[in-house]
């Protein structure tokens, strides 16, 4: 098949994702076209069948704001009729399921052939962006306007029914990992690097958005580093970064919490973790804390989440109500405390993580996927 895909290029679920996916297709054969404004940043070295194009962010003093709608639309229209593409798969709703639809309109009107628009909903175009008065009819619209809709869990599939009131079947595929990448032991520094000998590496892995409640990572750890020793890691980088860093020094944690900054690679420091932090206010799936179980790292987050279906309580982790950091912490002592139960919970992480979310099984999902909507 030959498939055009548009998502975030930045470091993002939704991003993450879409850049995998449309490399495990191009390694299964099929030819993949990146249409985006920037390389996807896991978009990291040359693959035979993949190629990337870049929609131009046009100024004119005339515009305030450079419409990028319109330019990735015209751009999707034309990688579409150049290369005959099969599937348009979109990305995150907005705007991307909307300029597919105009891309499509626009190759129609000139008697081109037009591909069939596939969109994904990763989870914040549903559960917050798709929902705010300004975007929500747009939303709606759009994703009635695609050919195929998937979500990355039963949860968003659900949640996004409810709200727009969609009588639309919805595929759902979850997120999934590279088992070459994230693998158990595959750290490429040693853990002595961040920790002493007994004292355990505590991870969080985000964003740094209001959904993830940094500051309740920081609250568990305070809890957690009173009893045990312990060191947190904090990966990734926005607008909560400030706020974040200011609890760490009230509480005087500063000798005990470093930041690594965005990171391309996480796979080279999330083995070396003993626990993993995802207390999200809402997550729709967790690719973060998949890829932390698929290094063999247990996850604690939150119940009533998408991660209910990523993450095996009290198997490979424990998920408790959102905000209740108090019991975040005792279940995280419960393993900590008990050397025989965490590596239990490690071997179950990594050995549950590939079970279900190995990435031949989900490709296949999608490759399946187009097919029915191509054939439909
Ligand atoms: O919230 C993020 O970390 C980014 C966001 C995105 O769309 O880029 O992530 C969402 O998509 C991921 C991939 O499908 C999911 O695993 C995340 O759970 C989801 N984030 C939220 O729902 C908050």
Do not use: W
Request: aromatic letters at 10%.
């Amino acid at each position: 098949m030959v498939i055009g895909i548009t998502c975030y290029p930045s470091a993002g679920g939704s991003g993450i994702v879409a850049t995998e996916l449309g490399q495990q297709l191009a390694r299964k054969g099929h030819e993949v076209h990146f249409i985006s404004y920037a390389i996807p940043f896991r978009l990291d070295k040359y693959e035979p069948n993949l190629m990337y194009h870049e929609v131009d962010t046009t100024a004119y003093p005339l515009f305030k704001f450079p419409p990028y709608t319109l330019t990735l639309a015209a751009k999707i229209a034309q990688v579409a009729r150049d290369y005959k593409l099969d599937i348009l798969h979109m990305h995150y709703a907005i705007p991307h399921a909307t300029c597919a639809y105009l891309a499509k309109q626009m190759l129609a009107e000139l008697g081109n052939h037009t591909p069939k628009i596939i969109t994904t909903l990763h989870g914040t175009d549903i559960t917050l962006v798709g929902q705010a008065p300004s975007f929500y009819d747009m939303t709606r619209f759009s994703i009635n306007a695609s050919d195929g809709l998937t979500a990355v869990s039963n949860y968003l599939a659900e949640e996004t029914k409810e709200v727009f009131n969609l009588k639309k079947d919805i595929q759902v595929i979850h997120n999934f990992f590279d088992s070459e990448r994230f693998q158990p032991g595959m750290c490429e520094c040693l853990k002595s690097d961040f920790v002493k000998k007994d004292e355990f590496l505590i991870a969080h892995v985000s964003n740094f958005r209001p959904v993830k409640r940094t500051l309740d990572v920081i609250d568990i750890f305070e809890k957690i580093s009173a009893e045990v020793p312990a060191k947190l890691m904090l990966v990734g980088e926005g607008p909560e970064t400030v706020l974040t860093r200011r609890q760490i020094k009230k509480k005087n944690l500063e000798d005990k919490v470093f930041f690594l900054g965005n990171q391309n690679r996480v796979e080279a420091v999330l083995p070396c973790a003993d626990l993993f932090l995802i207390p999200s206010e809402e997550e729709s799936f967790g690719l973060a804390a998949l890829e932390a179980l698929a290094c063999g790292v247990p996850v604690i987050g939150t119940s009533g989440t998408g991660l209910v279906e990523v993450v095996d309580d009290y198997v490979n982790g424990f998920l408790l109500p959102v905000g209740e950091t108090s019991s975040m912490a005792r279940a995280a002592l419960s393993l900590l405390n008990n050397k025989e139960r965490l590596s239990e919970f490690k071997k179950k992480a990594s050995e549950n993580a590939l079970k279900k979310f190995n990435s031949e099984k989900i490709v296949t999902q999608y490759e399946k996927y187009y097919e029915d909507i191509l054939n439909a």
